[in-house]
């Protein structure tokens, strides 16, 4: 089993950057694969953000959001982040983290196994 928690989300001005974290817990976690982003806004459906292979550090990106999102890991922590830059009030949503243990998983599919509760990131024009 994989616990996810995450962390970070606020209210902020258009053109602002914050940074989003996702810590990781449970047994499962040292068989990660890969953790992902996704955000959903009101009425909208999850779309994908980015991903990052757990070993080896490969990392896939929306290409709408390409150049204004970087996805990292801190795998000694257990912990991944989201640092997005220069917001727009199009960038509102709830933001999730999400893993999975299967080799192999398409990143940007949003049939991750393990999901964190979301957190409200709201930018005001």
């Known amino acids: 089993q994989v616990h996810l928690v995450d962390s970070g989300g606020g209210l902020v001005q258009a053109g602002d950057s914050l940074r989003l974290s996702c810590v990781a817990s449970?047994?499962?976690?040292?068989?990660?694969?890969?953790m992902g982003w996704f955000r959903q806004a009101p009425g909208k459906q999850r779309d994908f953000v980015a991903a990052?292979?757990?070993?080896?550090?490969?990392?896939h990106y929306a290409d709408s959001l390409k150049g204004r999102v970087t996805i990292s890991s801190d795998n000694a922590k257990n912990t991944l982040y989201l640092e997005m830059s220069s917001m727009k009030p199009e960038d509102t949503a709830v933001y999730y983290c999400?893993?999975?243990?299967?080799?192999?998983?398409?990143?940007?599919?949003?049939?991750?196994?393990?999901w964190g509760q979301g957190t409200q990131v709201t930018v005001s024009s």
């Open positions: 449970g047994g499962g976690t040292v068989y990660t694969s890969v």
């Open positions: 990052i292979t757990w070993n080896g550090g490969i990392t």
């Open positions: 999400a893993a999975d243990l299967r080799w192999g998983k398409l990143p940007s599919h949003n049939d991750y196994t393990y």
